[in-house]
């Protein structure tokens, strides 16, 4: 496969020829170190040259098998032919105007594809910015305009992102808030369903939240509910069946606005286009970025045009928000999710990743659950016995897998989670390869 629009093919191979980091990597760690704020953490201490489909490649020349795709962000790959095409020929022609100053086409075919590609056939607007964050704060400002009210909630293990309103949204502590205080306020946090940890019904769970946001908020100061339909950084929770239907029950009977965050879980990486789509249910407002635009920074949030529409001229938008060349990369990687038919191919991991994984269960007794839908599959690690969180083991598996080189990702409120992100495009014999690495770094933690 070609990975660079003309460019040579970059070999889908794990091949690590140095120690981990090698020289080259371990001379720009010395650096990074000195010049870049000990905050923004790093996961891998090597530094990458190249990427595509299922490999990083570093600058020591080591080839990585890439289970994280950058947080779920190139489901088409990474430099994906089409959209390095589209990308090299928008910044040629112009590299900003600004959208509210002089528009251009690019923005307004991706309003139209959202428009399109998101869940119910009512009419939809759209509006772009440049990060899951800024449309997530979008969506609350929407809503509060529409149903002038203020009131938001959110859910536990509920993840939005970094900025003051959204981290009011967020709730795990640490790293995402500790320390940032004080929030945004008018932000109430109430139960989801958890399957593993909660064997009641998602009915019965969503009534305990219902009741919560009627005793506690009143239905009536709630301008939005605001949910994952998969929690991502909580740890790859689909709630409980039924629990999502009844919240959005909820939301339609008392003129709340449903807002799903489908930031992580948007465009083909559950199977299908949207994840709400396997509850069958359809938001109010849906949030996207990370796999919208193939690793360009971009995000959106669509929703009804009602709702849309009910804000004031000029208080949506952003200098950058829409950037030409984000959506020229977000036109290409649409085509490339349709052309390469990339719900499917979500659903073949499923296929080759799910039974492997439910062995590695029956054979590790650290491993709680095994979960997910799609590419979006993550692992819950539990001290044999019990139902306690197992971040050590977790944290283990994860660097031996990084040493080994194979780039896995970790998340959970209680950091006992391991998940799996692959490129839709991950070659089948690198999937198998880096699950054969996952097991024996589970003998090796466990022995
Ligand atoms: C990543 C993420 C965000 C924040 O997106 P940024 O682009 O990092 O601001 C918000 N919600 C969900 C569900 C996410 O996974």
């Not at 030409?324 to 080759?352: F, G, R, V, W, Y």
């Amino acid at each position: 496969m070609t990975h660079t629009a003309g460019g040579p093919a970059l070999p889908q191979e794990r091949k690590i020829i140095t120690a981990i980091p090698g020289p080259k990597s371990a001379e720009l760690l010395a650096r990074r170190n000195a010049a870049v704020s000990a905050g923004v953490s790093g996961m891998m201490p090597v530094f990458a040259v190249a990427a595509g489909d299922g490999v990083i490649v570093d600058v020591d020349g080591n080839s990585f098998i890439d289970m994280g795709a950058g947080i779920a962000v190139t489901n088409v790959g990474n430099a994906a032919p089409k959209v390095v095409e589209a990308v090299q020929q928008q910044v040629a022609a112009f590299t900003h105007t600004c959208f509210m100053v002089t528009p251009y086409s690019g923005y307004v075919e991706v309003c139209e594809q959202l428009n399109e590609l998101t869940p119910g056939t009512h009419a939809k607007k759209s509006a772009l910015f440049n990060s899951g964050a800024e449309a997530v704060e979008n969506a609350v400002k929407v809503a509060r305009a529409y149903t002038k009210r203020q009131a938001v909630v959110v859910f536990e293990h509920g993840y939005h992102g970094r900025t003051n309103m959204t981290m009011a949204m967020t709730a795990k502590n640490m790293p995402y808030k500790h320390s940032f205080g004080p929030f945004a306020s008018e932000v109430y946090r109430v139960p989801v369903a958890y399957p593993f940890r909660d064997e009641r019904s998602g009915a019965e769970v969503a009534a305990a939240a219902i009741s919560r946001m009627d005793k506690e908020v009143g239905a009536s100061n709630i301008a939005a509910i605001v949910i994952e339909p998969i929690q991502g950084e909580g740890g790859f929770i689909a709630p409980t069946a039924g629990f999502l239907p009844a919240i959005v029950e909820f939301a339609k009977a008392n003129g709340i606005v449903f807002v799903a965050d489908e930031i992580q879980t948007g465009f083909c990486r559950t199977g299908q286009w949207f994840a709400c789509e396997h509850e069958g249910i359809v938001p109010d407002l849906i949030t996207t970025a990370k796999g919208i635009a193939g690793g360009l920074p971009l995000a959106g949030l669509t929703g009804r045009a009602e709702i849309m529409d009910s804000v004031h001229a000029g208080g949506l938008g952003g200098t950058y928000g829409g950037n030409p060349i984000a959506c020229a990369a977000a036109i290409a990687s649409i085509e490339t999710m349709k052309e390469l038919d990339l719900n499917a191919k979500a659903k073949a991991i499923e296929e080759l990743m799910m039974p492997r994984l439910k062995a590695m269960q029956s054979k590790f007794s650290v491993i709680g659950d095994v979960r997910g839908r799609g590419a979006m599959i993550a692992l819950e690690m539990i001290k044999p016995g019990s139902m306690d969180p197992n971040p050590e083991v977790t944290s283990a598996v994860a660097k031996g897998c990084h040493a080994a080189g194979v780039v896995v990702l970790t998340a959970g409120t209680y950091g006992n989670v391991l998940r799996f992100l692959p490129a839709l495009t991950m070659p089948h014999h690198l999937l198998a390869e880096a699950l054969d690495e996952i097991e024996k770094q589970f003998s090796i933690a466990t022995a």
